[in-house]
């Protein structure tokens, strides 16, 4: 079938200007396309940054709680270790070792004896102890007397108590 164009000549669009039109209009919808399929990966960049955001924030917060809870334990360690440091000074030297000897060697002799404190520094050792009956108190302070390691021995309090017995705290120099 022929083409009728009815258009006045003067209103006729050249072939070139149609041919360029509809290739506008192609451009024009491939950029369209492309326009929102690029702001569709930019909104779910932004959407997937925020969710890894979240979760960074949320593992800090965490990190954060745990620190807290350990803090009490991490003082305990540093105050043990501490402890355990002075105690390796202490058994260092020699003479502590000889009077730890000594308290073994008495423990061993008299076995009513109950220890509840011993203090060691490096001239001096302090006992604390409870003794159940008269005779080994008799025994134990004899046992005291026969040591020559230390040349002053003084005894700074003595008590007597029916539930525990006798009750003494000794300092060796």
């Known amino acids: 079938m022929a083409e009728i164009n009815l258009y006045p000549e003067k209103q006729r669009q050249s072939i070139s200007w149609y041919k360029f039109s509809q290739s506008f209009k192609t451009i024009n919808f ?53 402890r355990a440091a002075k105690a390796d000074e202490i058994l260092k030297a020699r003479k502590v070792v000889k009077n730890l000897e000594d308290i073994n060697s008495i423990m061993q002799k008299v076995g009513d004896v109950n220890l509840t404190e011993v203090q060691l520094e490096k001239n001096k050792l302090s006992i604390t102890a409870t003794v159940p009956a008269f005779s080994s108190l008799k025994t134990f302070i004899s046992e005291i007397k026969s040591l020559e390691s230390y040349q002053k021995v003084m005894i700074d309090s003595l008590s007597f108590s029916p539930d525990k017995g006798y009750s003494l705290q000794i300092n060796f120099q």
Do not use: C, H, P
Request: charge should be negative; avoid cysteine.
């Open 30 to 82: 491939v950029i369209t396309v492309i326009f929102f399929v690029t702001a569709l990966i930019i909104v779910a960049f932004i959407i997937l940054n925020q969710n890894a955001i979240n979760q960074a924030k949320a593992e800090e917060d965490d990190y954060r709680s745990r620190l807290k809870a350990l803090s009490g334990v991490e003082y305990q360690y540093m105050f043990i270790k501490d």
